[in-house]
């Protein structure tokens, strides 16, 4: 029950004689060695000293054990219409019999190696497992559900923990299921075009390992770095090249699942055409660990783009964004990848929080990030020239073709969640709607919220008209959640949009699927999960709506 302990320790030589500076993060002490500062240190010696020491003390204030010692709300707490189901509590025997198939190195129980497994990124959901598995194959994968089904201990399967709507995270005491080990890339076929891999890789490895066979994966996101492709697949991600590709429901082309029971569901074709039945895979794409873990994956991975290029507009009005989204398509046709918007405030607190700068000197209400990848560097560069140069709904583009200036505009793009979490807390919504009144909701919403908010930006994929609508605060106010969420949900089922466009259900939004689903549709996902999973053991609390 005590907070870990972490020492932060700089070390230096001067000539034969020893420099120490050190502290701790508990404590806001910077010790010195020697510590009196007496005649062996000179003054620009302990000038750099005290420097080095301020350096350390930032470092343990922002060091993992120091961001678990920092309180966040147990769910249960926050999600009070909530409450613990039947379920079993581990015991002594369920950890030794973990053990016993997984060894113990892949059973955590230790408080400190456990919390940060129950805590999900955004720091607004916290679980109370004492438990994480940490299996290899599907078959201890298996294992581990046959027990688990047998005592009726409920799971939540967990991936990379990079999703949004508190999903991937224990709501009470559930078992956690890492796949993190599970990342061995079985193969790669170039002819077909295919990745077979487990569920565990990470995005970004994915990425490189098909890039070096002249492929490139139909997935991109902000979180590759950390995000896991069976957690990917599990939430249906969309991402930035969602306009290029479509959806993993279309590029998943098998996969291997293991159901509540145990039981192995082996639909881990590679094949693109297979007409024999019900598209059984589908079931486990977008159901969030709710049906089945996903355990392996095959993917369809198309041929690496050979030229990339990116410009970034600014635009006076939204109207404007509109107008160079339609110029986009047709101007650039068949290579058009990427079609992305941010408004003046989510770039601005890019700026503010990570220091980065947007890559023009003017600043504009809106701007326009528009990617191209082809086969051919002079014909689609000339395309893009054409498309800025022709352009009359934006003004002072910047283009780029090198690798480094790409990325930096594309850095202002990916870092907008990152940004805000250093001013507030986030209410974040994911929603698609139409394209002709898109932006709406986001002036709608900061005359609702007037100056009781640190900040009301938009900004998201144009190309399919998805918007990320956010909301940050300076603490959590369950008032102005409970203000501000129905009045947006209630907006987009007005116009026919989806409450969730690419970050899934989670635990977040069961109660609202009302306003995306029908009854019928919604007594349907009922039935799907009680014959899957008849006891609920599966990532319980999420994904379904509550019963009356």
């Not at 995005?203 to 990917?232: F, R, W, Y």
């Not at 698609?432 to 919403?445: A, F, G, M, Q, T």
């Amino acid at each position: 029950g005590q907070k870990r302990n972490v020492l932060f320790i700089c070390i230096a030589t001067i000539g034969a004689d020893l420099r120490i500076v050190w502290c701790s993060s508990n404590s806001d002490t910077i010790n010195y060695y020697p510590h009196d500062g007496g005649q062996c240190i000179d003054r620009d010696e302990m000038f750099v000293m005290t420097v080095v020491g301020s350096a350390l003390r930032r470092t343990a204030r922002f060091s993992s054990a120091y961001r678990r010692s920092v309180h966040v709300p147990l769910s249960s707490s926050r999600f009070t219409h909530l409450r613990r189901s039947q379920f079993s509590q581990v015991e002594a025997d369920d950890v030794r019999y973990f053990e016993n198939i997984l060894t113990p190195s892949r059973v955590l129980s230790d408080e400190d190696d456990v919390a940060p497994h129950c805590t999900d990124w955004l720091k607004l959901c916290r679980g109370t497992g004492s438990v994480v598995l940490k299996p290899t194959t599907t078959q201890e994968v298996s294992d581990i559900m046959k027990h688990c089904h047998a005592r009726n201990l409920a799971v939540v399967p967990q991936g990379g923990l990079t999703g949004l709507v508190g999903g991937s995270v224990p709501v009470f005491d559930e078992i956690v299921i890492s796949m993190s080990l599970m990342k061995n890339i079985v193969k790669i076929d170039p002819l077909a075009g295919v990745l077979v891999c487990q569920a565990g890789c990470v995005l970004q490895t994915l990425e490189e390992a098909v890039a070096g066979h002249g492929m490139t994966m139909p997935l991109d996101l902000g979180a590759k770095g950390s995000c896991q492709i069976g957690g990917n697949v599990s939430t249906n991600a969309g991402g930035i090249r969602f306009l290029r590709y479509g959806s993993l429901h279309g590029n998943v082309l098998g996969l291997e699942a293991v159901l509540a029971d145990g039981s192995i569901v082996d639909s881990l074709s590679t094949v693109q055409k297979d007409n024999t039945g019900y598209d059984v895979k589908q079931l486990f794409i977008g159901s969030e660990g709710t049906l089945g873990i996903v355990t392996s994956v095959a993917i369809a991975t198309p041929p690496k783009p050979k030229a990339t290029t990116v410009c970034f507009v600014g635009c006076h009005s939204y109207s404007d964004v509109l107008k160079t989204f339609m110029s986009a398509k047709h101007s650039l046709g068949e290579i058009l990848s990427a079609c992305e918007f941010l408004d003046n405030t989510a770039v601005s607190v890019v700026e503010r929080n990570l220091g980065l700068k947007s890559p023009l000197d003017t600043s504009y209400p809106f701007y326009v990030l528009v990617e191209t990848s082809g086969s051919n560097s002079r014909h689609d560069e000339e395309k893009m020239t054409s498309f800025v140069e022709a352009g009359s709904s934006f003004e002072n583009g910047v283009l780029a073709s090198e690798p480094s200036k790409m990325d930096a505009i594309w850095k202002i793009r990916e870092s907008v969640a990152e940004a805000m979490m250093h001013e507030g807390v986030q209410i974040k919504f994911d929603i698609s709607l139409p394209r002709d009144c898109l932006y709406d909701i986001v002036d709608e919403l900061r005359t609702r919220v007037g100056a009781n908010v640190v900040s009301c930006l938009g900004y998201g994929h144009i190309g399919d008209g998805n918007l990320h609508l956010n909301v940050t605060s300076r603490e959590h106010n369950k008032e102005l959640v409970d203000a501000i969420t129905p009045f947006v949900y209630e907006w987009t089922a007005k116009r026919n949009g989806s409450i969730s466009a690419e970050h899934g259900i989670g635990l977040f939004k069961p109660s609202y699927m009302k306003y995306s689903k029908s009854a019928a549709a919604i007594s349907i996902m009922r039935s799907m999960k009680a014959s899957l999973d008849p006891k609920g053991i599966l990532n319980p609390y999420k994904v379904i709506p509550p019963t009356a």
